[in-house]
């Protein structure tokens, strides 16, 4: 608010009378750090430890969604969430927390006395024994209400995985879950004495028999040298190095996250008073009635909390609308709004009809 600081003169007019930033088009950006450890401080289990625990935290941040939504709405300002990349600020707000609330040490990672750290936005514990599948799976669910940016880190340390194998990550995570980002983040090891690289993190060179070694990864979303972190970013290096294994590992780890749903039903998801979501609801029930067959159409409102949690649960888009799914099982057919040069297409009543013909083996 002081006349003539850098800050305010942003978004005064400038020579030619417009602002050097358009105040009232900017993103506002809301950060955030330490899930993880609040769900843990509330259930007494981390993130990836239950799925009540892991429901608690899509809880916390819907609210926050919802909360920024209204905001927007109130001040005609676009008011986001994000993931802050929060170098510094995962030690700074632990020391903070620790020394107002003592009962903060039950929950905050890394050495307490010299580097505590909050684990970062809404991502799992960096020293999780979790696939690194099961990893992108449930980070992902998030991503959906974080609009700002989301980015889940594939850790590969010392190992260089196959081309197939990063390519079928990839497609996996593509088709598979509501991920926006998935980069992989290799480690690396210069030499300074003969200036050879290697993968990995090395204390010796193998080649000149040097101990002056600079390591390299990333950070957060670029790369960097170790000498220049923080303690509590090398505290988490540490961490995702004691299970670097599970990193490079794409089997199931998380046993209620792969849970078989043996229900047999069709569930639509969209929003009331949109007319294509009606449509959907109203053609689907009709065809199961005319074939004959009792399975229930049940229609989840994505304006209401319950329903953005069992869109979450089975990776169904906050929007566009609607997204069908036609459960029989164990087996699931899925059907999102599809577009034709930037306009939705709209469903004819017969294309229904064919969902629950092929998923029910009727004529």
């Not at 003169?9 to 602002?19: N, R």
């Not at 969430?81 to 995962?90: G, K, M, N, Q, V």
């Not at 670029?222 to 290096?237: A, R």
Request: with cysteine; hydrophobic share 35%.
């Amino acid at each position: 608010d002081t006349d003539g600081s850098p800050l305010r003169s942003l978004g005064l007019p400038s020579d030619d009378g417009t602002p050097y930033v358009d105040l009232n088009k900017a993103t506002y950006i809301m950060g955030l750090i330490g899930l993880n450890e609040v769900v843990q401080y509330l259930t007494g289990k981390e993130l990836h430890e239950s799925k009540d625990a892991y429901e608690t935290g899509l809880q916390i941040i819907d609210r926050m969604y919802q909360k920024v939504n209204s905001l927007r709405a109130e001040f005609k300002l676009k008011i986001t969430l994000e993931e802050t990349p929060a170098e510094s600020a995962t030690q700074k707000l632990a020391k903070g927390d620790m020394a107002r609330f003592p009962e903060a040490r039950k929950v905050v990672k890394g050495d307490l006395k010299r580097a505590p750290y909050y684990t970062n936005s809404i991502h799992l514990n960096p020293g999780a024994n979790i696939s690194i599948l099961d990893r992108i799976e449930l980070q992902s669910k998030f991503h959906d209400m974080i609009e700002s940016g989301s980015i889940i880190h594939v850790y590969c340390g010392e190992s260089q995985i196959p081309a197939e194998s990063i390519g079928a990550l990839v497609e996996k995570t593509y088709r598979n879950t509501r991920a926006s980002q998935v980069t992989v983040s290799p480690e690396f090891t210069h030499c300074n004495g003969c200036h050879t690289n290697y993968f990995g993190f090395k204390d010796k060179c193998g080649k000149c028999g040097s101990t002056d070694m600079t390591k390299r990864t990333k950070i957060v979303g670029y790369f960097s040298n170790l000498p220049g972190w923080n303690d509590s970013q090398l505290e988490i290096s540490k961490a995702r190095e004691a299970v670097a294994q599970h990193y490079a590992d794409f089997t199931p780890q998380v046993p209620w996250l792969h849970e078989k749903d043996s229900s047999k039903k069709v569930m639509v998801f969209g929003k009331e008073g949109c007319a294509m979501c009606e449509e959907a609801k109203n053609s689907l029930t009709k065809a199961l009635k005319e074939k004959g067959m009792e399975i229930p159409v049940e229609f989840y409102d994505l304006s209401k909390p319950e329903a953005r949690l069992v869109a979450a649960r089975w990776n169904v888009p906050l929007d566009p609308i609607p997204t069908v799914l036609v459960k029989n099982n164990g087996t699931m057919g899925r059907y999102e709004l599809e577009f034709k040069r930037g306009k939705p297409v709209h469903r004819k009543e017969v294309e229904y009809y064919k969902m629950v013909e092929g998923a029910y083996a009727v004529k």
